[in-house]
């Protein structure tokens, strides 16, 4: 990719994101790699990079944590193990070890997950396990890698016969200093080492006197540090067995050393693997810190911007309390294929060089694989060069003035720009006359839309505001001022050319009618109308803004009282279900109960032995009046259930009752214009289609064609209930109340484990479920459900 000026990068702020990104990072290889990291050009790369970042952010967001660590960078021991007979130092096997460990376990992770990360499962295919050299690593090294006693048997023996004649050498400086304690002639201390060589501490007016050598001498002088005779042999034969270990560790870690040469190249393609996967978890964690979305590659260059906020304010209010933030206002902006050009204007501080950062950083971050802090409906399209006039370039080495670097600019703009080229320039026509200068850059513009190239550029300039307002391929924009408060409201309006504001601001700031009165004059009467007219039209679009906005609220409220209209309903006829599911209930009891006294009806006759017939008799007229009983009760209930209205085949007029076939509502026609008809029910006048309505009559009317009969016989007496519960966007009282008789019934019809999806958002609704199943002796426990069952949105209860 094509970038200019060189310090384009440093220009637009894109090297803070950088930088922040680097943060992220647990390698060295993935920091080397991001410090030069520049955009691509290639849609499919791209396309590639912003998936992987998606599938990292979904993973990091709601998965288990991923055993990205231990990223050592072992590149430089690996080039110094390619020599036959080298030894690499101990600690580095630990290393190796730690890296080849990570790289297991990751590329396990993504395959026990490839079908949520294929990306990512992409990715780790490149790493190769190296059980072979973790079981030789782990068969030599402990915990804390340091060598093991037992990596080989002479090591085992070598130490095991060194601890012996430590114990021994122990024993026998104790015995000798207890002995020359005893004399009188040791001073205060107690054994210590001199030049590797354990040895007491004697006084030194008794030295002679004490059989042994002279190690060292106490800064004193008055101390002398001697070898007992009888540890001298004890001593020297610890020396030789020292040697002895530090020759077969020389030789356990060549052995250890041509292991790793043989898996040279595998560890080297595990630690390039691990450096890529370590960028893109970087690139992941920066763009959840910024709420990124991931946006749409045009491929036909339509622009769009969806509340785009600027990176580098967001990360400077990320770095800040929350008191001390600030708000930021998102950008809207949007550039049609066949839009080559857009003029931005409006008052100085008003956001307009701020919007030309936005747009260059989300280009340069999407093109870099970040997910961009904008809504995911946004489109980009991919440039291939990108050019920044923006700031003072003014160079004394070079010997050019601010307006010369702007000429070197646009002589190189204009010789690489093309249809894939996204041109910025803040400030255009200044540092120059402005006449001239305003011509300069409008044939400038004119050019580059004859490459098709997509030019923002932001002005004071009166004469490129009629120029896109005149230009097919140009489209006039500006940045709100409130004119009220006279201050910006940092939002972008497009087809509206802005005012500078001079005036106006002068006014509030009291500046001499005198000197205004004058300006006005030498500005010039058509001039200064079009900055009325322009303030005008400012003031007429905020005006229309509020009614719209009014207008919105107003069609809010309507849609939030049909929606409240509609949960009545709703609610009504699931309490007629739950009635009706009462009912049904109350009659498998009355059978339930009818059963049983059948039962012991025949139980008691058997139980006696009681063969007459008025025994038989009497049971015989028990159960046939609880039979009775049974019938009256089912017909009581099949009565409350009867629906009050039954269909009609003939066609409703005026005055007739009717039913609504999408909705299950009778009411009293009122009204038939047409195709169109008024209903009136429940004191609501409900407009439908006449075709959707359905004659009905009263369904007391007509007789009844069959009696219930009742069959006595076992079966559920619980309702079926679903494993799962949704409450998402309930609110708290409501979700709670539901939770509380989901659970009743799951309980009462024998579940052990149920699904509560409640959603993830901000977890305020989780809370409250969370805090209700606390108090709920039956529940035994409840955790988040893994991510392919809902992950956080959704909360597994099981019951004791």
């Known amino acids: 990719m094509h970038l200019f000026p060189q310090q384009l ?115 780790s295919i490149g790493l190769i396990p190296l059980k072979e050299l973790e079981n030789a690593l782990q068969d030599v090294l402990n915990e804390n890698g340091e060598l093991r006693s037992d990596a080989s048997p002479q090591l085992q023996s070598i130490r095991k016969r060194l601890n012996n004649k430590r114990n021994d050498l122990r024993n026998t400086i104790n015995r000798a200093m207890s002995r020359v304690s005893k004399q ?286 005149d230009h097919p391929q140009a489209v006039n924009g500006s940045m709100e001022f409130d004119q009220d408060t006279l201050s910006p409201t940092y939002r972008f309006k497009k087809g509206i050319p802005g005012s500078s504001y001079a005036f106006e601001i002068a006014e509030r700031m009291q500046l001499q009618d005198t000197l205004l009165s004058r300006a006005r004059n030498l500005l010039g009467e058509a001039k200064g109308e079009m900055e009325t007219l322009i303030s005008e039209l400012e003031a007429k679009t905020q005006e229309a803004e509020e009614l719209k906005q009014k207008y919105d609220e107003l069609k809010a409220g309507t849609e939030k009282e049909r929606h409240r209209y509609e949960e009545k309903r709703s609610a009504i006829e699931k309490e007629k279900k739950e009635i ?34 008025e025994t038989i008799k009497q049971a015989r007229k028990d159960v046939e009046e609880f039979r009775e009983q049974v019938d009256d009760e089912l017909e009581s209930i099949e009565a409350e259930e009867a629906q009050p209205f039954q269909d009609s085949e003939e066609r409703p007029k005026v005055g007739d009752r009717v039913r609504l076939q999408d909705a299950n509502t009778t009411g009293e026609l009122k009204e ?12 609501l006048r409900l407009k439908t289609k006449y075709k959707n309505l359905i004659k009905v009559e009263d369904a007391s009317k007509k007789k009844k064609n069959q009696k219930v009969k009742v069959n006595f016989v076992d079966g559920d007496r619980y309702k079926v209930v679903k494993p799962q519960l949704e409450i998402r966007g309930m609110r708290g009282r409501e979700a709670i109340k539901e939770v509380q008789h989901y659970l009743d019934n799951a309980l009462a019809s024998g579940r052990n484990q149920v699904h509560i999806i409640h959603g993830k958002g901000e977890g305020i609704l989780k809370g409250l479920v969370h805090e209700y199943l606390d108090n709920r002796k039956e529940v035994q426990s409840y955790e988040m459900a893994p991510i392919q069952q809902g992950g956080a949105g959704c909360t597994i209860v099981t019951f004791k």
């Not at 501080?349 to 919007?355: E, F, L, P, Q, R």
Request: hydrophobic letters at 35%.
């Open 580 to 613: 009706r599911e009462k009912a049904l209930q109350e009659a498998k009891h009355i059978m339930d109960s009818a059963n049983k006294k059948i039962e012991e009806a025949v139980e008691r006759i058997v139980q006696k032995g009681e063969k007459d017939k």
């Open 672 to 683: 038939i214009s047409g195709k169109q008809a008024v209903v009136s029910a429940g004191g």
């Open 184 to 469: 009188g002639r040791a001073s205060d201390e107690g054994p210590t080492i001199r030049n590797g060589r354990m040895v007491i501490p004697v006084q030194a007016e008794y030295k002679r006197k004490v059989k042994g050598f002279v190690h060292d001498v106490s800064s004193s002088g008055q101390t002398v540090y001697l070898e007992p005779v009888e540890a001298l042999n004890i001593n020297n034969e610890i020396r030789q067995l020292e040697s002895e270990e530090q020759r077969e560790i020389e030789r356990i870690l060549k052995e250890l050393t041509a292991t790793v040469r043989r898996h040279r190249e595998h560890l080297r393609q595990n630690l390039e693997v691990l450096g890529t996967i370590d960028i893109i978890a970087a690139k992941a964690q920066l763009s959840i810190d910024l709420d990124g979305f991931v946006p749409v590659l045009s491929e036909n260059n339509h622009l769009y911007l969806k509340e785009a906020y600027n990176p580098l304010l967001l990360l400077k209010n990320n770095g800040l309390p929350k008191n001390q933030q600030e708000k930021i206002v998102p950008l809207d902006m949007e550039l049609e294929k066949d839009e080559c050009c857009l003029v931005i204007t409006g008052p100085n501080a008003g956001g307009k060089s701020v919007a030309l950062k936005t747009l260059a950083l989300c280009s340069l971050m999407m093109q870099c694989g970040f997910a961009i802090p904008a809504r995911d409906s946004s489109e980009i399209p991919v440039f291939s060069n990108i050019f920044v006039d923006m700031g003072d370039d003014q160079s004394i080495e070079n010997d050019l003035s601010t307006f010369s670097s702007r000429l070197e600019w646009m002589k190189h703009t204009l010789d690489h720009a093309d249809e894939h080229s996204l041109i910025l320039i803040d400030e255009a026509a200044a540092g120059t006359d402005p006449e001239e200068g305003g011509a300069l850059f409008q044939s400038l513009i004119e050019q580059l839309i004859e490459q098709n190239a997509k030019v923002l550029v932001t002005t004071h300039h009166g004469s490129l505001k009629l120029f896109a307002h």
């Open 9 to 123: 990068t440093e220009k637009i702020g894109f090297e803070r994101i950088r930088s922040s990104a680097i943060e992220n990072t647990r390698s060295p290889m993935a920091r080397e790699q991001l410090s030069s990291m520049t955009p691509f050009s290639d849609p499919q790369l791209i396309q590639r990079l912003l998936k992987q970042t998606k599938e990292m952010m979904d993973l990091l967001q709601n998965d288990s944590a991923f055993p990205l660590n231990n990223l050592h960078d072992i590149r430089e021991q690996l080039k110094k193990s390619r020599a036959e007979n080298s030894v690499l130092p101990l600690p580095v096997f630990m290393e190796i070890l730690e890296v080849s460990v990570t790289a297991r376990r990751i590329k396990s992770y993504l395959n026990n997950r490839e079908d949520y990360y294929p990306e990512l499962k992409e990715v």
